[in-house]
């Protein structure tokens, strides 16, 4: 149980990626940490690595592409007597490909994942929040979230639902004492793109402890919205506010590249 000095800070695909560089900088900032994902030894050396900084971890596997995996998660918290002040939903899923020929699996674990669990753990844990009057959240979305992406279709979508719900409860929440931050990476270099089934990737890549630094600080100072990088906010500008007609081809030539 985190001792009463330290916030805990519950991560979402903790066993690499930015996840692991998250739980590293509340580590860093003085939380104790629920890491979950399904990788456990990877968790577990990530938990022994934050442990000689100071922090406890508590790990619990999780695969949020199953049903009901967000309320199984709430209840070994409860069952752990695990009090979360800071929820972080970082777990996420890529996939590369024209709709039709996509696999429908991965479509799926994509929305499970990127949507369903993450609107779901946020709903299960937030109202303890609320009623201490103090929390801090963070949705991982992406440069993605602003605009449509063709060849990269359900999680461009995915990942603009993700930021509309941040900005939307960051509002609803004022006064309650309780932040929603949605970070906005661009492209990362991590597991993600290879997960995604691409062959690699083609943009010039943040470090993840890089992202994680941004991050934690917009946290920390309950920011609504931050977009890493001066290249990735100009990016993120031009897909909302550029022509379609000018960024669907574009997108979509990026991503075939891929
Ligand atoms: N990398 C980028 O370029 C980039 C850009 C913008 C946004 N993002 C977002 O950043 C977040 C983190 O991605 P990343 O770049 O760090 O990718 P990553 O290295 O592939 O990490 C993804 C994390 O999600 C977890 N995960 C995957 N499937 C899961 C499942 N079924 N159940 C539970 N956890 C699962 C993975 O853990 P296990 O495999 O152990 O379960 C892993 O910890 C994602 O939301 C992604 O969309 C990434």
Known sequence: MASPARPLALVTGASGGIGADLAREL???????????????????????????????????????????????????????????????????????????????????????????LTELTRLLVPAMVARGRGRVMLVASTASFQPGPRMAVYFATKSYVLSLGEALAYELRGTGVTVTTLCPGATATNFFKAAGANENLMPAMSASEVARVGYRALQAGR?????????????????????????????????RR
């Open 27 to 117: 580590a860093k900032g003085g939380h104790d940490l629920v890491l979950t994902a399904r990788t456990v030894p990877a968790m577990q050396a990530l938990a022994d690595e934050l442990k000689a900084r100071g922090a406890n971890s508590t790990v619990i596997a999780a695969d949020l592409a199953k049903p009901g995996a967000a309320a199984e998660l709430a209840n070994s918290l409860d069952d752990r007597a695990l009090r979360i002040d800071v929820l972080v939903n970082n777990a996420g899923l890529g996939g590369v490909g024209r709709f039709d020929q996509m696999d429908p699996q991965r479509v799926s674990d994509m929305v499970m994942i990127n949507v369903l669990a």
């Open 224 to 256: 609504r919205v931050v977009i890493t990088g001066m290249m990735n906010r100009i990016l993120a500008l031009g897909g909302r506010y550029g022509p379609h007609w000018v960024t669907l081809p574009a997108t979509a030539a990026l991503m075939s």
